[in-house]
């Protein structure tokens, strides 16, 4: 996060913010804490598994793109261990 000159503060308002757009695109329904905690470490997920393509995002959006699809990978895994 810090390369990106990401903060810790940018990061909460990042995760809160693609924690919420993947609730929505995933019609989840979770509360604001969660959505943070997906969104992190979503975008720690997400960046992950990118990186073992040789992709790399970078920055505010970057962090917000890869925040939305790890948060989708980790709903879409806590429903299938749920049912």
């Given at each position: 996060m810090d390369e990106a000159g990401i903060g810790w503060i940018a990061a909460i308002i990042i995760g809160g913010v693609a924690g919420w757009l993947a609730e929505q695109f995933m019609?989840?329904?979770m509360g604001v804490f969660m959505n943070i905690i997906l969104g992190i470490v979503g975008a720690i997920i997400a960046n992950a598994i990118l990186?073992?393509?040789g992709v790399a995002l970078g920055g505010w959006l970057g962090y917000l793109i890869a925040g939305f699809?790890?948060?989708c990978i980790l709903?879409?895994?806590?429903?299938?261990?749920r049912r």
């Open positions: 019609k989840s329904n990186g073992i393509f699809i790890g948060a709903i879409a895994v806590g429903r299938m261990l």
